[in-house]
Structures are given as structure tokens and as C-alpha cells.
């Protein structure tokens, strides 16, 4: 079902927020459905995964970016991610996904991924993307914030963790 959300939120995006930039927090809402349960009766850890990739297409909608990428015939890939899981989602509860860039090098794009239930922290993502074209050429991940910000835009300074989380798993540009 997850994979039918997913499909549904990049084909037929929500509607861009006006006047939404890449410093923005994107929020999609969710709920824990039985079909997302392991034989412990919370949320299996690859559900996770799975709602991280509809909550990243809603933050490419919310930045009006479906449409820019697709004249350019570029794509989003992940190239590394990492989870850290605090609490269990047990079934029914509704939860809120909040993603939001954290920083780009030559490379990638890094995102940040919180799943928050009310005040509790459920689990934390950090998420390394790249862009690819059709013809399979990497997109400098500069080149994809200029064509989402619409002009020469710095990359803010990534937080330590992420830089030397980048730099261990070899993704960071070199």
C-alpha cells in the first residue's frame, strides 16, 4: 500500500506552497495502517523507509519542483541513508513526517527525516540524494538548488553529524 501512496505522490503531486523556499520544513501527515505492522505489532523499520520516500516527494511538490525536473529529464535517487528509532508506532496512530534540506555539496543533497507524534520524537532520518538524468549522468546537486531556488543559492553548513556521517559512508563530495 505504502508503494501505491508513494506512486500516487510523485504521478499526481500535492499542490506546490506558495512562496515555499528550501529552508522550509515539509510535512506529511500519516497513519499507522495494519499492513505496516512486523509480528511485534508496531511499525516495521522498512515501513519507515518506505514513508520516507512519500514525505521526500511531497517536499519536492510542496517546492513546485515535479514539473522543473521533469523538463530537464532528472530524478531523485538515494545514495546513503541512516535511521535512529527512539520510540515504537503502534497501530492506528497518526504521525507527522517532517523533511527538510539540510545542506548540498557537489554531489548530494542531504535531508533530515523526523517522525514526531504530538511532543515524542519517534525516529530520526538522515538521508544523502542524488539526482541522475535519463541518460543516467549524475546532476551536480548545485545545479538542482539553483533550478528549485531559481537563482545561485549557498548551501547552508551542514551540522557535524551529517558532514561526518557523509564523509563514513563515502558519499560526501570529495
Not at 14 to 19: D, E, I, K, N, Y
Not at 25 to 34: G, I, K
Not at 62 to 68: M, T, Y
Not at 147 to 160: H, K, N, V
Request: glycine share 6%.
Amino acid at each position: 500500500m505504502r508503494t501505491i501512496q508513494l506512486t500516487k505522490a510523485t504521478l499526481r503531486p500535492r499542490r506546490a506552497v506558495p512562496g515555499a523556499t528550501m529552508a522550509d520544513t515539509s510535512v506529511t501527515r500519516m497513519r499507522v495502517q495494519p499492513f505496516d505492522l512486523d509480528l511485534y505489532r508496531h511499525m516495521n523499520n522498512g515501513v519507515y523507509l518506505q514513508c520516507m520516500d512519500i514525505a521526500r516527494s511531497n517536499l519536492l511538490a510542496d517546492l513546485g519542483a515535479f514539473g522543473l525536473l521533469a523538463e530537464r529529464g532528472w530524478y531523485p535517487v538515494v545514495a546513503a541513508q541512516t535511521i535512529k528509532y527512539r520510540r515504537s508506532l503502534l497501530p492506528f496512530q497518526r504521525f507527522e513526517i517532517r523533511t527538510r534540506v539540510l545542506g548540498w555539496d557537489e554531489r548530494v543533497v542531504y535531508l533530515e527525516q523526523e517522525f514526531v507524534r504530538g511532543a515524542d520524537h519517534i525516529a530520526r532520518g538522515v538521508v544523502a540524494g542524488r539526482f541522475l538524468s535519463r541518460d543516467g549522468a549524475r546532476v551536480p546537486a548545485p545545479e538542482v538548488a539553483r533550478l528549485i531556488a531559481g537563482e545561485q543559492t549557498p548551501s547552508p553548513e551542514l551540522p557535524d553529524d551529517v558532514a561526518t556521517w557523509a564523509r563514513a559512508v563515502d558519499v560526501a563530495a570529495r
